[in-house]
């Protein structure tokens, strides 16, 4: 969502698909209003449309969005893409010039590609919380959600590169990033001192 989030802030036109009866991103107790505060953060700018995607009426809704569309960009693990016929093969037969944007815990290939992920899991496994806290105490997380936030900067940053190579070629292609790379990424001189 917070990738999607950047590009609404930029005046893109997003439109959240969810699933039938799905809950919104809920973080806590905290409401104001009646409504949770990441839901108003991350998904502020964006419209939101219901579409159950396992249905053919569904898949035909959300393919009919597909031509119109620049980007669709998806949180699924690879697994999932392939399954609801949404992933990048299919999609380009609906539009050839379209983005298909995916993050993903892991990557989408290697031995963790369909595990699902967390930002603490991807934080603790990418080295984040080993340089946070007292050196002489356990590790820590940091406060603030590196690997998810981490990745939908680098999703937005390569979707605006597509969407540039786009307009020479006038072709469309797949983007992908992982939280995992995201923390990675943000550890660069941490990793070369280590």
Known sequence: PFGSMLLADLGAEVIRVEAPGSRR????????????????????????????????????????????????????????????GIDYETLKEVNPRIISCSITGFGS???????PAWDLTVQALGGGVAITGDPAGPPVRNGVALADQGAGLLAAVGILAALH????????????????EAMVYQLTYEVTIY
């Open 25 to 84: 991103d809920v973080t806590g107790p905290l409401t104001y209003k009646g409504m949770d505060p990441y839901e108003l953060c991350v998904n502020r700018n964006k419209k939101s449309v219901v579409i159950d995607l396992t249905k053919k009426m569904g898949k035909q809704v959300f393919y009919d969005l597909v031509k119109v569309s620049d980007v669709v960009y998806d949180n699924y693990r690879p697994d999932v893409l392939k399954r609801l």
């Open 165 to 180: 190579a786009r307009e020479r070629t006038g072709v469309g292609q797949r983007v992908e990033t992982s939280l995992l």
């Open 109 to 115: 290939t290697g031995p963790y590609r369909d595990r």
